[in-house]
């Protein structure tokens, strides 16, 4: 089992800045990706950004590249979702995923993020 936490979630102007981030316990130490979902009101959850074990593959959305930038640090078993830029239309509930070796998936709470224009 994995347990997430997510924290950074907030009101912000569009063009401003968020930092989200997820803290991972429990079977950290099969941990293989983790990443940022989002769900928008009455709109299916999307797939934002992905990071591997090492750090050295990222994956983006269409939407978010050259905006957000995910990271992680091994060493706290966190994953961070720094958001620049930030439009109205990102407005959603931001969920951290998390994938261990083996295909097991868990998900965090959802942070909510609302930009207004």
């Known amino acids: 089992q994995v347990q997430l936490v997510e924290s950074g979630g907030g009101l912000v102007q569009a063009g401003g800045s968020l930092r989200l981030s997820c803290a991972a316990s429990g079977r950290t130490f099969n941990v293989y990706t983790m990443g940022w979902y989002r769900q928008a009101p009455g709109k299916e959850r999307e797939f934002v950004a992905q990071i591997n074990r090492s750090g050295g593959s990222t994956v983006y959305a269409d939407s978010v590249k050259g905006r957000f930038t995910i990271s992680r640090d091994n060493a706290k078993n966190t994953v961070y979702l720094q958001m620049n830029s930030l439009k109205p239309e990102d407005t959603a509930i931001y969920y951290c995923?998390?994938?261990?070796?083996?295909?097991?998936?868990?998900w965090g709470q959802g942070t909510q993020v609302t930009v207004s224009s």
């Open positions: 995923n998390v994938v261990l070796f083996g295909g097991s998936s868990y």
